[in-house]
Nanobody, 124 residues
Framework: QVQLVESGGGLVQAGGSLRLSCAAS????????MGWFRQAPGKEREFVAA????????YYADSVKGRFTISRDNAKNTVYLQMSSLKPEDTAVYYC?????????????????WGQGTQVTVSS
């Protein structure tokens, strides 16, 4: 089993920045990739960003490209999401997830493990 714990969420004004962290523990942690998703009230969970664990290749949703940066620290079993130029429409619960099986990185069903989520609220 793998446990994922997110932190770093909070309330920020539009144009501000936040950095989310996701720390993993449990079985030997060597996933195929890690991803960040978000879910706003009344909406489906949507892909935000992903990173391959070994090569560090990154992928972003068009809505966050140029504003968000995903990174990882293999030694700390931690993945980060640096969010800048935040907008009110970025308000959501942000989840990190790990996939050991690969698949389409932007699809939630490709991920085997999920964190509990952290709230990000951007005020206008």
């Amino acid at each position: 089993q793998v446990q994922l714990v997110e932190s770093g969420g909070g309330l920020v004004q539009a144009g501000g920045s936040l950095r989310l962290s996701c720390a993993a523990s449990g079985r030997t942690f060597r996933p195929y990739a890690m991803g960040w998703f978000r879910q706003a009230p009344g909406k489906e969970r949507e892909f935000v960003a992903a990173i391959s664990w070994s090569g560090g290749r990154t992928y972003y949703a068009d809505s966050v490209k140029g504003r968000f940066t995903i990174s990882r620290d293999n030694a700390k079993n931690t993945v980060y999401l640096q969010m800048s130029s935040l907008k009110p429409e970025d308000t959501a619960v942000y989840y990190c997830a790990a996939t050991y099986s690969g698949g389409e990185y932007y699809q939630p069903h490709s991920y085997n493990y999920w964190g509990q989520g952290t709230q990000v609220t951007v005020s206008s």
